[in-house]
């Protein structure tokens, strides 16, 4: 349970490396604990609570390579969240029309990734996007810009973060209400 806590996405290597550090070693010999171990995590993730992913496609090494594993909970979660998506997919939530948000865009001082992203993000209605880009490509300028088109089109943008230094760097970009996603769900 410990590996599905801190990961989403968890190998048997990181169970048995949880179930190690927990295992009390007291009379047993090395080869008892190696046992030990292998054994405990045999049955670790073969519980009900945990799920097959697959091997990892890029594992160099017996252990690098092994199987993936994920959190009923969090597949769980994860499932309800895109199916949430789904259904709110060009619903017209936050939805400004084309030809102004183009022209609001580009004055922005944008490069051309984030001009792009945050017309995907403001004119398709979707009731929840997803913004990826490698640390340093300006997604919080991005979300910064799209806040300011959906600001001046009378949108309320809620800025929510995992975690509160992220939260305040958003609420500068954003010049609007933001908070961890965290302390949002328990408001």
Known sequence: RASGRRRAVFSRADVAGQVAAHLPTTGLSAIQVVREVERLTTLAVGLGETVPLGDHPRGVTPRLSDARYGPVEVLSAEARILS?????????????????????????????????????LAGKGDFL???????????????????????????RVVGLA?????????????????????KWLHM
């Open 84 to 120: 949430f998506a789904q259904r709110g997919r060009r619903g017209d939530y936050g939805r400004v029309p084309l030809p102004e948000l183009m022209a609001q865009a580009k004055t922005l001082g944008l490069d051309a990734g984030q001009y792009q992203a945050v017309l995907e």
């Open 162 to 182: 995992p975690s509160a230094r992220a939260a305040a760097e958003l609420g500068e970009a954003t010049g609007g209400q933001t908070d961890t996603l965290a």
């Open 129 to 155: 996007s997803v913004l990826t880009a490698p640390a340093g490509a300006g997604k919080t300028r991005t979300l910064g810009a799209a806040a300011a088109v959906w600001q001046a089109h009378q949108y």
